[in-house]
């Protein structure tokens, strides 16, 4: 499933106009990144919970040249599955 059929299902099942489903789906995500930016949990109590976690520096081999490279810390996203998400 991707943006658009998401946005389609919304409106189906929401009785939206597609345009209001994109719309709302736009602000959701828009705030989810916001929070995480801040460095905020964001928790969806029964679909799961969203995190920011360091990755420290490491040391990684380039596939091209087998040359050792240096891997920056960066800052990555993490989601958490809650209960009722789980299959």
Do not use: C
């Not at 489903?21 to 109590?45: Q, T, Y």
């Not at 679909?47 to 920056?72: C, D, H, M, Y």
Request: hydrophobic share 40%; net charge positive.
């Amino acid at each position: 499933m991707n943006k658009t059929d998401l946005t389609n299902s919304i409106a189906e099942k929401a009785g939206l106009s597609k345009v209001e489903s994109k719309k709302a789906l736009d602000a959701v995500l828009a705030s989810i990144g916001e929070a995480l930016k801040e460095g905020d949990k964001v928790s969806l109590i029964g679909f799961g919970t969203f995190s920011v976690t360091e990755r420290s520096a490491r040391q990684g081999i380039n596939p091209l040249t087998k040359q050792p490279i240096n891997i920056e810390a960066k800052k990555v996203v993490k989601f958490k599955a809650g209960a009722d998400l789980k299959l």
